[in-house]
């Protein structure tokens, strides 16, 4: 019972700092926008999880800052070990984020920024990191498709696919108890402001470990 009491007080001091954020939403909800906004306004305060992945590193990454360069079995090897908060499977590459990825993030103070999809959303809430979830949401599929034209980077096969994938991810953003808060991006400037509220706890909370 001692032991058992005793490991459970390290796994506390392990992912002991600023609760984690987990951000997830739509392409084209204008996640990365606040995100940025929030970055600016808040330097040093967070932090993002450094991904791990199978796929061979593209020209000019680096392993360790912009993933963890894994082989297939490595990466098996950890999420049958437990070592994984979420993981997922695309273009047949695996890609996911593990709890010391998390840890490393806490361990300077920072609040710790996981930007995944509802998959992911669903694994994490499976486990003990505690975050703080947020949907980040388009008023509506109609202003979304019109943002997503309008970028011009998307083929019509590509389009209707994100669409499809984002009717879902609104309808299954308003599942009960799923986020803490759901901001709808649709004045930027009052997105952040609701973002900003919704922060406002860790941010004071890391902001003082920074300055002690």
């Given at each position: 019972?001692?032991?058992?009491?005793?490991?459970?007080r390290?796994?506390?001091a392990?992912?002991?700092?600023?609760?984690p954020?987990?951000?997830?939403?739509?392409?084209?909800?204008?996640?990365?926008?606040?995100?940025?906004?929030?970055l600016?306004?808040?330097?040093?305060?967070?932090?993002?999880?450094?991904?791990?992945?199978t796929?061979?590193p593209?020209?000019?990454?680096a392993?360790?800052?912009?993933?963890?360069?894994?082989?297939?079995?490595e990466?098996?090897?950890?999420?049958?070990?437990?070592?994984?908060?979420?993981?997922?499977v695309f273009?047949?590459?695996?890609?996911?984020t593990?709890?010391?990825?998390?840890?490393?993030?806490?361990?300077?103070n920072?609040?710790?920024?996981?930007?995944?999809?509802?998959?992911?959303?669903?694994s994490?809430?499976?486990t003990?990191l505690n975050p703080?979830?947020?949907s980040i949401?388009?008023?509506?599929?109609?202003i979304?498709?019109?943002?997503?034209?309008?970028r011009?980077?998307?083929?019509?096969?590509?389009?209707?696919?994100?669409?499809?994938?984002?009717?879902e991810?609104?309808?299954?953003?308003?599942?009960?108890?799923?986020?803490d808060?759901?901001?709808?991006?649709?004045d930027l400037?009052?997105?952040?402001?609701?973002?900003?509220?919704?922060?406002?706890?860790?941010?004071?909370k890391a902001q003082?470990?920074?300055?002690?």
């Amino acid at each position: 019972m001692v032991l058992i009491r005793a490991l459970s007080r390290l796994a506390a001091a392990a992912m002991a700092g600023p609760r984690p954020v987990v951000l997830s939403g739509p392409s084209g909800a204008g996640k990365s926008t606040l995100l940025k906004m929030l970055l600016r306004d808040h330097e040093g305060t967070f932090g993002f999880s450094v991904s791990h992945t199978t796929r061979n590193p593209r020209p000019g990454e680096a392993n360790g800052k912009d993933y963890h360069f894994v082989t297939r079995e490595e990466m098996q090897r950890g999420i049958d070990n437990g070592e994984f908060l979420e993981h997922a499977v695309f273009s047949g590459n695996m890609y996911g984020t593990s709890k010391s990825a998390v840890r490393d993030v806490q361990a300077r103070n920072q609040i710790c920024i996981l930007d995944i999809d509802m998959q992911g959303v669903k694994s994490i809430k499976k486990t003990d990191l505690n975050p703080i979830y947020i949907s980040i949401q388009p008023p509506s599929v109609d202003i979304l498709e019109k943002r997503l034209r309008d970028r011009k980077t998307e083929s019509e096969e590509s389009l209707q696919k994100r669409l499809k994938a984002a009717r879902e991810d609104i309808a299954i953003s308003k599942e009960h108890g799923l986020f803490d808060s759901v901001v709808i991006n649709d004045d930027l400037e009052e997105a952040y402001t609701n973002l900003k509220k919704s922060l406002a706890q860790e941010i004071e909370k890391a902001q003082k470990a920074k300055d002690s």
